[in-house]
């Protein structure tokens, strides 16, 4: 996690990712569609040069400490919930 905010959060994209990102250029435009797909979420944008991914969403429906389970693995604080809603929208179709 490179910065969170309640609300916004820019994640560090590590570079296996980038690099799959940019060899793959399907693969940004279906992560985004996937995380846009999710209740809660507003706007997602990648930046590859920048290596970040960032994610302004609904504290209403995800709450910031969530984000920071997911970060550090956490399943009890709320990382579950978050993956369990990414699962749920990369299964359904637009």
Known sequence: MAHHIPGRIRLKLNETAVRALIDRKSAAPDLISVLQRMP??????????????TVEYDRRVFEPQMW???????????????LAAFREAKNSHP
């Open 40 to 53: 809660g979420i507003r706007k997602v944008s990648i930046n590859a040069l920048a290596r970040s991914c």
């Open 68 to 82: 920071n389970a997911l970060a550090q693995g956490n399943a009890d604080g709320g990382g579950d919930a978050l």
